[in-house]
């Protein structure tokens, strides 16, 4: 029984922003690529709990702290790690901390995890949502996603046989709090900073898991400084094969959760007895070796049982391009007229805290006398007017079904026009609620739906989260019984 | 239902109904204050006659004193009501029992709502600190769900419903045209209606109502009192209200096609009534085309039409004006907006002007006559699956129906 990485889970929101679209609007650019775009009703919360729910297999270890980072967070001074932790529907017992500010700290929190693991079973979510201005490398190049590893005593499917780190100040890229965007130094700078930094974590990593270059089969580089990347990627003297791909060009850069995303990709199809070595440039070089072990294949194949897709999978399959005046309005950047509609209210705390199963981890009430399942719950049933028999049911990982739909362009939505269905849910069970991650014009009664945990709107400062429905396909079936 | 109703218990002796429109000049006091004063003028009576108050409103005020402060009444009982669309025909039928109950000798019942106020499109509902999981889809939406399902169960083309659909509001822009009192007098091409923006679902810009200001109010004695006050009164043959369990959003069961309330209410009006048909006892009905999809379905829960045939029925003009059986010949809230606690008193005072024969020559039905002298008025709240339905049936002659005159 060995030590080390248990599961892992990646969640790449479902839009692609072509490069071709900024140039179009803007003029110049280049034209070819892409990057993932989280949609209007996502945060790098909401993103870390679908990660974490990939990461999550049924009938696993339970996990004794939930570990959050990103350098995105929804809040500061109110954890965000609690909102994950409720809608993951983990432990009461399970702590949960955030690990916000830089991208260095999110490989510190997977590091960290990793140290304990022969003791504490930990859920490290890693994500992050990159914002760049107009027509800028980091809007173009950055990207946005999730990443959860389960590390832990027993079962590991990789093991830590080496690590090192080296740390050093200078001032490379930066963010003062408040602002959206951040700041570079000027590149060489950096390069040269980083070159030699990666060669000493490198060489002092290999060293300590008693392993030369030749080793390794997968070498993962990663960082926000792309030239200082590829500059170390080039000089490490490992073999061309052994490089793991570069993801950037079609979902660009993830920053607090690019080395996380890089090595669920390596993870979701290394064989065996393979080596690993994760090189994360931030702020000084993080390096880490790992040895897949033979649970590795079994985890592969339960992932895949379950449906739960691959990172490369998310990347190939087939998303939808959200257009770049959508993608400026859900960041903010082009100010749409809302309807002529009250705004929001922002939901009361206490209620909140009332309702936090089926808020948080949309728990229904099953009748125990009859087999009816409300949502919400209720203490009354419906159907045989019983009270209080009922009991807690996790529905967030039941498909369902559209038994009919409206389009509302009446309603509020940061991206109208809202997609309202009515899903009768597989086993019992019916609840109406928006549709996210769909084409108006593609909606039909029949459609196959999951749940996936949203920002649903901001209201004085409070983060509005909920579920909401959307639509299944082959790719993204995770949620399918 | 164990409803026993007050059939012939009481009787409207007077009613007032102010213009429905933008009324960007009136506030809730002159509403209020016009509506009550033309209706205790019509009784023979002033407002201080009137020994007590039902107000509905759902957001123009909160207590009695809304009422009482205008109309500066001299403390007298005052209560204010609410619920939801059906705000009106509660305060009515709040009213009503007041006076069968022998507390009161007379009483009104008033609705108001000054919704032009806000700025806001469509209605605006007074929620109270939620949790944030309401999905938060607009009136418009909510209803939608009507229509597909609709031409789904019953096998109707999409584009076929949309003409019914156009059609409804046709005919009753059509009735509007007519009415001085209604939001829009204008009538609409079925041109107009089919090529309109769509709000939600299929439901165009003419699907909807419109929002409007309004007030309407009636005064109420017990029966062997009316002919003090009032030569021709109508008398209340019933009054029903059903609040659901809320069932259509949680039970898979539901299929959009049906007020399960209105059926409800529906029955135990008839019942109170002592109505068997009603498409043919019947002389006009008032029901709350809040959409005209909504018309469409509530033709069919008040058995003025089979299941699945209603939409034959509104092309073949069964509910015009001068067809078998007017369905809101004054407009509906198609014409009128829905001031909400205003409509349900709006919808009573056409059937004291239709069924008294005192509409204007070029609007009066002529279904009205010997054996064929009831109206009913339905007005709904809520959403399909999720609300409340009241059901009124009045009428010029007491007994009737051949059962116990």
Known sequence: MAAGIVTWGSYLPHWRLRHAAIAQVLGSGPTKGSRAVASFDEDTTTLAVEAGRRALAPGGPAVQDLLFSTPAPGYLDKTNATTIH?????????????????????????????????????????????????GGAEERDAGDGAVAFVTGPDGAVA??????????????????????????WEERFGEEQYVPLAREAFDDALKAADLTEGDVHHVIVSGLHVRAVKSVAGRLGVAKEAMAPDLGSTIGNLGGAQAGIALADVLDRALPGQVILVLSLADGVDALVLRTTDALPGAQGASRGIGVPTVSEQVASGHRDVSYANFLAWRGQLLREPPRRPDPERPGAPIVHRSEGWKY???????????????PPTRVCLSCRSIDQMRPERLADVAGTVATFTIDHLAYSMSPPVIGVIVDFDGGGRYRCELTDADASEVAIGDRVGMTFRRVYSAQGVHNYFWKARPLDGSSAEAGE | MSSKGIRDQVAIIGMGCTRFGELWD???????????????????LSIHDIDAFWLGTMTSGVCGVTLSRPLKLDYKPVTRVENYCATGSEALRNACYAVASGAYDTAMAIGVEKLKDTGFSGLTGIRPVGDGTDPGLSSPAAFSFLAPSYAHKYGVDGAQLKEVMSRIAFKNHQNGARNPRAQFQKEVSMETIRGAPLVAGELGVFDCSGVSDGSAAAIICRTEDAHRYCENPLYVKALSFVAGPAAGPIDPGYDYTTFEEVVRSAADAYAQAGITDPRAQLAMAE???????????LMEDL????????????????????????????????SFGHPIGASGLRMLFECWLQLRGEAPPDRQITTVGPGRTLGLTHNLGGAPGEGVSFVGIFGTELGGMGLDA
């Open chain 2, 26 to 44: 009136k506030g809730t006091d002159d509403l209020l204050t016009e509506a009550a004063t033309e209706a205790a003028t019509s009784a023979g």
């Open chain 1, 361 to 375: 981890a949309f728990v229904a009430s099953t009748c125990t006398e009859c087999g009816f399942r409300h949502m």
């Open chain 2, 287 to 297: 029901v709350h085309d809040c959409f005209t999809a909504t018309e469409l379905v």
């Open chain 2, 303 to 334: 058995d003025f039409a089979e299941r699945g045939t209603a939409w034959k029925e509104v092309l073949a003009g069964t509910f015009d004006r001068d067809g078998e059986l007017p369905v809101n010949p004054d407009g509906g809230l198609k």
């Open chain 1, 86 to 134: 409720a809608a993951l529907g983990l432990g009461r017992t399970c702590a949960a901390y955030d690990f916000v500010g830089s991208p260095r700290s999110s490989m510190g929190t997977l590091l960290s995890a990793l140290g304990a693991a022969a003791q504490r079973t930990t859920l490290s979510v890693l994500s992050d949502l990159r914002f760049g201005l107009a």
């Open chain 1, 159 to 184: 093991e830590v046989i080496g690590r090192a780190s080296a740390s050093d100040e200078f001032l490379d890229r930066w963010r003062v709090p408040g602002q959206a965007d951040s700041h570079v």
